[in-house]
């Protein structure tokens, strides 16, 4: 398995992966039937091509086509799709090359299968759905509260595309998300025997007229989410009278082992001074990406 297919998927692409022969151009009922000469004479011209050739004709298939059909034509293309020059010509071609992952590809079909899946897994990092798709929600003090950037006595937020966050109240405040990789893409054989980094990030800061309490915690889950991995900072305290600058904390697991099927992702946090309203510390930009 190699190809972003949804387990179930069972309509597989026309044999031929595609490619037209001329025939296919007739109107319908006029197509022109291929005799058995005229088959052996089609196969001997597709074997007579050099293998560059041949390459350069199948990058222009559709990936998922090229594993789930493509590969089966022949023991030719099952080596050529196999193979790496086929997929780096396709990582080429999409500007999937030139990145640091690149320099550490072993498998390069892996790699571009997980260049074109990467993105964020976490749904609503910034609050501006106010709490969807966040559970395990913990309400201590006032609540959580979305706020606009910079609020008072903040900073701006250092990258462009974050304008607002989440804020914690005067008893500890705490939500989670849970994410499904075989539901994002993530089939079982990729993580099992290919065991991608798993990069978790989060932003955090507080006011710098009031101090705060900030925790991360993030575990991954087996099907029967047993723990199998997990990385848990320490309380972080940041005092009153801050800087209140956005800080970036960040962890990568690998080599976690075979087994992993969810991601629990879970922070919170809370003021020092357990004044009512939102004084605690305030969370954005959270990203759990699995890296190519």
């Not at 010509?89 to 030139?98: A, F, P, R, S, V």
């Not at 978790?200 to 991360?216: H, I, N, T």
């Not at 990385?231 to 801050?242: H, L, V």
């Not at 099927?261 to 919170?268: A, D, N, P, Q, S």
Request: proline share 5%; hydrophobic share 35%; with cysteine.
């Amino acid at each position: 398995r190699g190809g972003e297919v949804e387990p179930g998927l069972s309509r597989f692409p026309a044999p031929g992966c595609g490619i037209q022969h001329p025939e296919s151009a007739l109107a319908p009922g006029r197509r022109a039937a291929a005799g058995p000469e005229e088959g052996a004479r089609r196969r001997s011209a597709m074997e007579s091509l050099p293998e560059a050739v041949l390459i350069r004709i199948l990058a222009s298939i559709p990936a998922v086509d090229l594993v789930l059909a493509c590969r089966l034509v022949c023991c030719q293309w099952k080596n050529l799709v196999d193979g790496a020059a086929l997929w780096i010509l396709k990582c080429q071609q999409e500007g999937l090359t030139g990145t640091e992952s690149e320099e550490n590809a072993e498998n390069w079909q892996n790699f571009y299968f997980l260049s074109k899946k990467r993105r964020n897994l976490i749904k609503n990092p910034c609050g501006e759905e106010d709490l969807q798709h966040w559970g395990d929600v913990h309400n201590g003090g006032d609540g959580w509260k979305i706020e606009e950037l910079p609020g008072d006595f903040g900073k701006e937020f250092p990258s462009e595309g974050v304008h607002k966050y989440f804020v914690t109240s005067y008893e500890w405040c705490r939500k989670s998300q849970v994410i499904d990789l075989r539901a994002e893409g993530y089939w079982e054989e990729l993580m099992d025997t290919t065991q991608p980094k798993i990069v978790v990030k989060d932003w955090y800061a507080g006011r710098s007229d009031a101090g705060c309490l900030y925790e991360l915690y993030v575990k991954l889950l087996s099907e029967n989410e047993d723990v199998l991995a997990e990385y848990k900072t320490e309380t972080i305290a940041i005092p009153q009278d801050n800087d209140a600058n956005w800080t970036e904390i960040s962890h990568t697991f690998s080599n976690y082992g075979p087994g992993v099927r969810f991601i629990c992702f879970e922070h919170g946090g809370q003021d020092t001074l357990f004044w009512k309203g939102w004084y605690g510390v305030r969370v954005t930009n959270s990203s759990v990406t699995v890296e190519p």
